[in-house]
């Protein structure tokens, strides 16, 4: 157990709000994730993040945005939450000396 | 770009039968291999791993051997229990390194009958 934890665990939005999701990390890991996981498609890299304020895109990251301020925190934030992003995140973290990666418990968010 | 192909579920067998799930996959150079397992409601787990041609993972009576020439990495299991009901991830780390997350195939929904 790395010691992940995401909030909220669910959430029902509506079209065009925003929306932010959290995850903490206890393991000091420096890499963090951001995935999404749809019926059909698997696990998809969101953004990542390799060190505080530094952030890069992943596969689908359009209408996504992160934050990492401090090591243990990385935010995921939907600007204006559209019915495609209704789906479940999920959070990893990689200490980059071992070649797992540990994953939070997720976070179910439902847009209408 | 990397790619992961795995064999679509659901996938439904009797307790104590033979398990395999293939995986095959696409990547330059010489990437890690993974197999993750979710439970119901959770988050996934590293079930096994193996970093270099010919190795193989194994953890739990599962077991995938590292084929760089078939480019696969199937899982496999010589009885299977109700327990092991569940959605298995075949995924990649490229050579480079983990810092730019893994590759996933879309998963297998095993289900295991008594």
């Known amino acids: 157990d790395a010691g992940i934890t995401q909030s909220p665990r669910h959430k029902v939005t509506e079209t065009g709000t925003p929306v932010t999701l959290r995850c903490h990390q206890t393991?000091?890991?420096?890499?963090m994730y951001w995935y999404r996981q749809d019926p059909g498609h698997g696990l998809r890299l969101i953004h990542y993040?390799?060190?505080?304020?530094?952030?890069d895109k992943g596969e689908v990251s359009d209408g996504y945005s992160v934050s990492r301020s401090k090591t243990e925190d990385f935010l995921l934030t939907l600007e204006s939450a559209t019915s495609s992003q209704t789906s479940v995140y999920f959070c990893?973290?990689?200490?980059?000396?071992?070649?797992?990666?540990?994953f939070g418990p997720g976070t179910r968010l439902t847009v209408t | 770009g990397n790619s992961v192909t795995q064999m679509e579920g659901p996938v439904t067998l009797s307790e104590e039968a033979f398990l395999t799930i293939n995986c095959t996959y696409t990547?330059?150079?010489?990437?890690?291999l993974f197999w993750y397992v979710q439970y119901p409601g959770e988050g996934l787990q590293l079930l096994l791993k193996?970093?270099?041609?010919?190795d193989k993972g194994s953890n739990k009576g599962f077991e995938a051997t590292y084929r760089k020439e078939t480019t696969s990495f199937h899982l496999e299991k010589g009885s299977v229990q109700v327990s092991d009901s569940a959605v298995y991830f075949c995924?990649?780390?490229?050579?480079?390194?983990?810092?730019?997350?893994?590759?996933f195939g879309k998963g297998t929904h095993l289900i295991i009958q008594p």
């Open positions: 193996a970093t270099k041609a010919d």
């Open positions: 990547a330059t150079g010489y990437p890690s």
């Open positions: 393991e000091n890991h420096r890499y």
């Open positions: 995924a990649l780390q490229s050579s480079g390194g983990g810092a730019d997350g893994l590759t």
């Open positions: 993040s390799y060190g505080v304020k530094d952030t």
């Open positions: 990893a973290t990689w200490g980059g000396l071992s070649y797992e990666q540990y």
